[in-house]
């Protein structure tokens, strides 16, 4: 069958359309324009009652959450991650989900930081200064680790999660840039570059504005249509 991938611009839902195209599997796009808040309207919400991007249409209906609709294209496909019966599979179950429920939490966590505490820019700034020491503690991990079932010359859809997760913080939040430099992971780095070279990146490249080097020197998306933010 064909997808239908809900989508706005450089959001996670740029992750499953890497998945997507790596995989060969034919979809369409819906865009979901943020910039009117349809995420929140009532058609969208028939589909995600979250409110949050990507959804993806399927034969077993509209998955949500991007972990899952990554677990699901895996298992489907049989592809970009070892299979429920291949080796290797809780190690990479272990660390899909940490970029799934820690990692990009801590994310959302900088750069929406009015969501945990209000309005006060204080209190804001101080949920700033924590979350950002967390995620480079988060970044240290995953650098330790890479080299097992992602950060390797085959890539995984851990790869493809962690180069987007890598490009927001390197491009989203707050405008001090000086906190995250990604040469100082060496691994991560290289999963950017091999990122940068796959046809499924040329791909979304055009679709979403990227830029010429979308992960290992990002840009702010400049999208043919919708919004990013």
């Known amino acids: 069958m064909s997808y239908i991938l809900h ?3 450089d959001n996670a839902s740029l992750i499953v359309r890497l998945a997507l195209d790596s995989i060969g599997a034919p979809y369409e796009t819906v865009l979901v324009d943020r910039a009117r808040q349809e995420q929140r309207g009532a058609a969208y919400r028939q589909l995600n009652p979250n409110g949050l991007i990507p959804t993806l249409e399927t034969k077993d209906g509209a998955i949500f959450e991007t972990g ?11 592809a970009f991650g ?12 272990k660390w899909l989900f940490f970029c799934a429920n820690t990692l ?34 988060d970044l240290d991990t995953l650098e330790a680790a890479a080299g097992t079932v992602f950060g390797t ?15 927001w ?46 992960f290992s020197a ?6 043919p249509e919708g919004s990013a933010l």
């Open 169 to 214: 913080s390197a491009v989203y939040g707050p405008d001090d840039r000086a906190w995250f430099r990604l040469a100082k992971w060496p691994q991560l780095a290289q999963i950017c570059a091999r990122m940068d070279a796959l046809p499924a990146t040329v791909c979304a490249q055009s679709a979403e504005g990227l830029g010429p080097t979308p």
């Open 153 to 167: 010359d085959t890539p995984t859809v851990i790869d493809m999660y962690l180069a987007c997760l890598l490009r």
């Open 104 to 137: 990009h939490p801590h994310m959302q966590m900088l750069f929406y930081p009015q969501k945990l505490v209000g309005g006060d820019t204080r209190d804001q700034q101080r949920v700033i200064d924590g979350t950002q020491r967390t995620i480079l503690q």
């Open 82 to 93: 070892p299979a429920h019966d291949q080796p290797g599979r809780g190690d990479f179950l």
């Open 68 to 78: 899952a609709i990554l677990l699901w294209l895996v298992d489907t496909h049989r």
């Open 218 to 223: 990002p840009q702010r998306a400049n999208p």
């Open 7 to 9: 989508y706005a611009p």
